[in-house]
């Protein structure tokens, strides 16, 4: 049988962390065994469900390159199939008419309460052949669960859990005004749609006993489940919105690369050693269930600022080129047009010394537009008094017949030795004049990516900044 495993988001929010940590062991389970996909949209909530979130999801998705082989499907699109369903099981006797009142179930609720027994329906419609004398109104459908006995669970991640079937009440699976619920149309999906492996948040674990039991109601053999612990933040709390319920989009805005997004996912409850960077095919061969976690896992935005300054670093430049071009156009800066250094060299000059995408932008911002001033303390410190090392530079830079790191860095160098100074005096009041702050690449390659006009231009500029404060403090 074809290995196949669906994500099901409710589309109640966007995608965070927790669902997409799903969403990757779902889809690398089917990469791993060359099986299939799902994106299931369980949007049967209509007042929670919004169109957004289900862009959202999708966004979230194909930003991280989850791609699906089937989907998305939408349980609202499916009424009708599930309303098939419900009529084949009164029709077998799976399930049956309820025609309680709400009175009647309240009541039985406040006296099992005050027994100190759980809550649950007695059964009082279960075998009935036709409706009571007191029924009003539509009925709901409930599943017909066997009353003796177990469920075993056999969860490959939980081990095996047994339900009592006597605690497991006879479920509603069709309200009154004829819609399915949720239990429910989620079995009716994975047996449509012949899910083998249901990977998931263990918040549901409670819910695949009676799943479980409505598919073999159905004369389907449940699929195999794997209940996925939860993830924590940095202090072992449960996750709230700041601490990293964030959506994966927040990750894109904040400068990660999908790819170590990815990496630092497969991570939040799965091992393979104590290997740390995984590449795409790599995962795709390690991963398998049986090393998901037991125990929680916890967040940890140090490993992911690690991860991404090594993919960075290690992915082709031309890749991470592209990324950084759309932070760059977030800040209005459209690399390809506006004057200025090719990207990918940009990309490779800065990867050492960015933690982020949105710090190498910032970073970067000099090469695609004039500073628009100095830092105000690098100007104190470096530019003030260097007017006649920055005239030396001119001079000694305008004379290169080439213009490329090696020789600029020969002339900037012969301008130290000849003014008796320290390297660094002369860089640093270099760096301030070409970038308007104290941090860029190494001096020679900033001179080269920003090209010779430019760089002289600014250098001129700085001087003539330099003498003009020479002057007003004179
Ligand atoms: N729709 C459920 C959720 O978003 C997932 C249900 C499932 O995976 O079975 O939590």
Same mark, same amino acid.
């Given at each position: ?10 589309? @109640? ?30 949007d ?35 009424f ?39 809550p ?23 599943f ?21 079937n006597a ?139 690690w991860?991404?300054q ?15 071009a ?29 933690? @982020? ?13 004039e ?19 920055l ?50 690449p190494?001096?020679?390659? @900033? ?6 006009? @430019?760089?002289?231009a ?17």
């Amino acid at each position: 049988m074809t290995v196949t495993t669906r994500f099901a988001p409710s589309p @109640t929010g966007y995608l965070h962390i927790g669902g997409a940590r799903t969403a990757l062991f779902c889809w690398l389970y089917a990469r791993r065994h060359g099986g299939r996909f799902v994106l299931r949209i369980e949007d049967t909530d209509l007042e929670r469900s919004t169109p957004e979130a289900i862009n959202a999801i999708l966004e979230g998705m194909s930003w991280l390159g989850l791609d699906y082989d089937e989907g998305p499907l939408y349980q609202t699109h499916r009424f009708d199939r599930y309303r098939e369903v419900i009529d084949r099981m009164l029709e077998e006797g799976t399930a049956y008419r309820c025609y309680c009142s709400r009175e009647r179930l309240d009541a039985l609720r406040a006296d099992q309460q005050a027994r100190k027994e759980k809550p649950r329906y007695d059964g009082r419609c279960r075998d009935l052949t036709e409706p009571p004398a007191d029924a009003e109104g539509e009925p709901v459908i409930r599943f017909r669960q066997p009353r003796a006995g177990h469920t075993v669970v056999d969860d490959q991640v939980k081990g095996k859990v047994v339900f009592d079937n006597a605690e497991l009440d006879d479920l509603i699976i069709a309200r009154a005004d004829g819609s399915p619920t949720y239990n429910f149309v989620v079995v009716v999906d994975d047996m449509d749609m012949d899910i083998t492996h249901v990977i998931r948040g263990d918040d549901h674990l409670n819910n695949s006993a009676r799943q479980g039991n409505i598919l073999r109601a159905l004369g389907v053999e449940p699929p195999v489940y794997a209940h996925v612990p939860m993830i924590l933040d940095e202090s072992g709390k449960k996750l709230s919105k700041r601490a990293g319920a964030a959506s994966v989009m927040e990750y894109r805005d904040a400068g990660y690369l999908p790819e170590a997004v990815i990496n630092y996912l497969v991570r939040l409850g799965w091992a393979h050693g104590d290997q740390e960077v995984f590449g795409l095919d790599e995962m795709i061969e390690y991963f398998d269930i049986a090393d998901i976690n037991h125990s929680a896992s916890s967040l940890n935005p140090s490993k992911l600022d690690w991860l991404n300054q090594h993919y960075m670093k290690t992915l082709p430049p031309a890749h991470v080129a592209r990324h950084l071009a759309w932070h760059l156009g977030a800040m209005d800066i459209d690399p390809g047009a506006d004057d200025g250094p090719d990207i990918e060299r940009v990309v490779q000059a800065q990867a050492e010394r960015s933690k @982020t995408l949105v710090e190498m932008a910032e970073n970067s911002r000099f090469f695609y537009r004039e500073p628009e001033g100095y830092d105000e303390k690098s100007a104190r410190k470096h530019l003030k008094g260097s007017d006649t090392v920055l005239a030396a530079l001119v001079d000694a830079l305008s004379a290169l017949q080439d213009w490329h790191a090696e020789a600029i860095h020969q002339a900037v160098s012969g301008v130290a030795e000849e003014q008796e100074l320290k390297m660094g005096k002369v860089a640093q009041p270099l760096r301030v004049a070409v970038s308007g702050g104290p941090v860029s690449p190494p001096i020679d390659i @900033t001179l080269e990516l920003l090209g010779r006009e @430019t760089a002289l231009a600014r250098i001129s500029k700085a001087r003539e900044w330099a003498l003009q404060r020479a002057e007003s403090s004179a």
